[in-house]
């Protein structure tokens, strides 16, 4: 469901992001669609443009669809579902969160190792953060791929159980 890329982020990038999420809603938009929602490269909005944002979405030397920072409580979850398109991956911050692969009933722990995952989402998942500390966080940047680059090797070369 999950693999690591060659794409990396410089860890004092990612501090400096988390820094700033307290200002966004559980979910944040980074960036607009140029054309199909799904299928066409999608372009950063001009609050963002010169941030640390930019900065990280820029390391992924690919066409991103939409890119979004999304942020889930402590004891939180998402609903189980399957997305149209597929998704690049990067933890941000968390303590005990995870994807999960509601398919294969493989859990896949989300840590800030300043790197991009490629994720299968057309299978059915959720993410959650059982964090016990009130003020647990997990925040993730998700990013649809843009039809331009959609390729999936047969096995999850790299990755185990636990996502590392």
């Not at 199909?36 to 900065?55: A, C, G, P, Q, R």
């Not at 994720?119 to 039809?147: C, E, P, W, Y």
Request: aromatic fraction near 10%.
């Amino acid at each position: 469901m999950i693999e690591p890329t060659e794409y990396t982020v410089d860890k004092n990038l990612i501090a400096g992001a988390v820094s700033s999420i307290d200002s966004f809603d559980t979910k944040q938009t980074l960036n607009r669609p140029t054309g199909n929602f799904f299928y066409d490269i999608w372009t950063l909005k001009d609050e963002f443009k010169n941030t640390v944002w930019e900065d990280i979405l820029s390391t992924i030397k690919q066409p991103i669809g939409e890119a979004r920072i999304i942020t889930l409580e402590s004891g939180t979850n998402y609903y189980s579902h399957a997305d149209i398109d597929d998704r690049w991956h990067l933890s941000l911050e968390g303590n005990q969160s995870y994807l999960i692969d509601l398919e294969n009933k493989t859990m896949f722990e989300t840590v800030q190792d300043g790197c991009w995952y490629l994720m299968d989402a057309g299978k059915l998942h959720t993410a959650a953060n059982f964090g016990q500390d009130s003020v647990s966080t997990d925040s993730r940047i998700m990013s649809g791929i843009s039809d331009q680059f959609t390729s999936w090797s047969s096995s999850p070369s790299g990755v185990s159980e636990h996502g590392h």
